[in-house]
């Protein structure tokens, strides 16, 4: 198929790059331009700040650094457990058995619900009072463990990343399940005339064939934990004390609660650059590995 030659073929791209253009890269640009305002989201006029709104970010806004690191732990407990559950999940199931197949699915509903659905239940599961979580370690006599689960400052962001990984799990295993059936069983067979242990097997075979699976479910995973705004809200609101605030619901906050639409504009622009950040970062490292194996 030659583009060159049958110019008519870029007409089949118009529909999704005016939409495209019209849900990403125009409210991009105009984040850039507002967040250099003082606009309220409102009245027609605003005044040109400058870098204010980015000098006042980086220098004097705690609440944007705490829901800063509090992003960073959210995303590092789900990046690491959401990772490896998916990744031993997958490999216990990779056979197309029907025992396997129903337990895909089964690991794979969560994924299909609302993610309020799914904070609704977690939360009534948290529940200090008549929560499911403290009631099971009531009956098997470990209530000195009992706790409130998202009204404690220390708990409550790990409450909400342990939901997280629940919820989606289940979609990165699928991904992991398609890495591993792609494997060439041959890579096995000579690792095995090797004298290849288990590990061994893992870590030169299976690892360096399922890169490219991991780098999708890390860049993901990471977008996923940076963006899990409506999950977050549902549960706590970003409470208590902001223990709970990440960007998404700070930005929120600021340009919905506050009507600073300008620094909330100015937030969401360092939102932006940090998940590019942090996902180029993912790819050279994951790059990296698979040339040193």
């Known amino acids: 198929m030659n583009f060159r030659k049958n110019k008519s073929l870029f007409l089949f791209l118009l529909p999704g790059l005016i939409l495209y253009s019209i849900f990403f890269i125009v409210?991009?640009?105009?984040?850039?331009?507002?967040?250099?305002?003082?606009?309220?989201?409102?009245?027609?006029?605003?005044?040109?700040?400058?870098?204010?709104?980015?000098?006042?970010?980086?220098?004097?806004?705690s609440i944007f650094l705490k829901a800063f690191v509090?992003?960073?732990?959210?995303?590092?407990?789900?990046?690491?457990?959401?990772?490896?559950?998916?990744l031993i999940f997958a490999?216990?199931?990779?056979?197309?058995?029907?025992?396997?197949?129903?337990?895909?699915?089964?690991?794979?509903?969560?994924?299909?619900?609302?993610?309020?659905?799914?904070?609704?239940i977690w939360t009534f599961i948290y529940d200090p009072g008549i929560g499911v979580l403290n009631t099971v370690l009531d009956s098997i006599n470990l209530g000195f463990l009992k706790q409130s689960w998202l009204g404690n400052q220390d708990l409550a962001i790990f409450s909400v990343a342990v939901t997280q990984v629940w919820f989606h799990t289940g979609q990165?295993?699928?991904?992991?399940?398609?890495?591993?059936?792609?494997?060439?069983?041959?890579?096995?067979?000579?690792?095995?005339?090797?004298?290849?242990?288990?590990?061994?097997?893992?870590?030169?075979v299976t690892w360096p064939m399922i890169a490219p699976s991991a780098t999708i479910v890390m860049a993901y995973t990471t977008i996923q934990s940076f963006k899990a705004f409506d999950l977050i809200f549902a549960m706590t609101r970003g409470g208590p004390n902001y223990s709970t605030e990440i960007l998404a619901t700070l930005i929120y906050s600021t340009a919905f609660r506050s009507f600073e639409f300008g620094y909330a504009s100015a937030q969401s622009v360092i939102f932006m650059i940090v998940i590019a950040l942090i996902t180029v970062a993912q790819f050279r490292l994951l790059r990296a590995s698979r040339v040193q194996e």
Do not use: C, H
Request: charged residues 15%; aromatic residues 18%; neutral net charge.
């Open 70 to 86: 509090n992003n960073i732990k959210f995303m590092l407990f789900v990046l690491i457990f959401q990772t490896l559950f998916s």
């Open 172 to 204: 990165m295993l699928i991904i992991f399940v398609a890495g591993l059936q792609a494997i060439p069983k041959d890579l096995y067979e000579v690792a095995d005339m090797e004298g290849a242990r288990k590990w061994d097997r893992f870590r030169f």
């Open 27 to 61: 409210p991009t640009i105009n984040a850039v331009i507002y967040s250099f305002t003082d606009w309220d989201g409102l009245s027609p006029d605003f005044n040109v700040v400058g870098f204010d709104n980015y000098v006042n970010i980086i220098s004097n806004d």
């Open 91 to 120: 490999m216990f199931l990779i056979k197309n058995t029907k025992t396997n197949i129903f337990l895909r699915a089964l690991y794979f509903f969560p994924t299909i619900l609302s993610s309020v659905s799914v904070a609704f």
